[in-house]
DNA sequence: CGATCTGACTTGTTATTATGAAGTTAGCCT
DNA sequence: AGGCTAACTTCATAATAACAAGTCAGATCG
């Protein structure tokens, strides 16, 4: 049970929590995936509070997943918006991972709400587990873990 | 602009997060995931004070993402340990790709902290965005969303 | 047999976050 | 000039989390 000698903190996951795992990140995240970019749409989309959305848009600039433009309509005064960058993008997988978790396990009688399906050949998608070579893990207990080259040790 | 016209409260990730989306469940769970499954290593482990982790299990327990089962030493009291349920393995998805998102934005000079590995092969593992027809989605941009089944409008 | 230890929690009390309602500001439109 | 609107602030209140201490029950020790 060597794990418990680690460094909880400096764990990828913990610093990953720690940039989008407050209330309203991921869900701010996952509209600008389907292309709400606007404060008032998130606003009302979303049902969270103003100075919330402000808090949360101004820290996902500042940590590089969102970055704000400017947006002008012909006729119309220009209005801000906030783009995914690269690294906002790279967080697909973890939304089609939860996507996936809450339509097994939180759907209702109907089935899941939304539907994420390849563009190009029209089949449901999902996250899979894979290993480098091509296998892919059907159970935690194929994964091993170990401590990499940026491992801590605990206090 | 369709997606603003569903009901985001009925959507996956929201129900996902609703259960798992609070400060520590996930960090519970990822050491559940490695073994530690005592309240006294969790809190030790983590830093996560006792009443929020008193209380984190209790609503792991009763979401099914953990079972409480009873633990012996030989010569020694019965303690009281939480096991990962079906539904909570399920999650091994979202945690390795949150991990690797972590190891890649949020990693120091020295490399990620952790590495998971294919038991059987060595090789790296890592979550991939896939349809089931076993094409890769290497952009957020080769998925389409469209509601399904369960979408409910918006009020 | 009573005292102490230990694991697994509660029960306070204080600090941090989130919510809700009401401003504020700046650009455009009439 | 006056009003509208998007994008925020500000301010008061409510919900969460953290910290410190206390409880309780089953060992084990003397």
Known sequence: ?????????????????????RKWTLLILRDAFNGVRRFDQLRDHLGVSDPVLAERLRTLVADGLLEPATYSEPGRRARREYRLTDKGRDLYPVLIALLQWGDKHCSGPDGPPVRVTHRDCGEPVEAKVMCVAGHELTSPSEGQTAPGPGAEARA
Not at 1 to 21: K, P, T
């Open 1 to 21: 049970m060597e794990w418990l000698e680690y460094d909880s903190a400096a764990c990828s996951i913990r610093r990953s929590l720690d940039v989008i795992g």
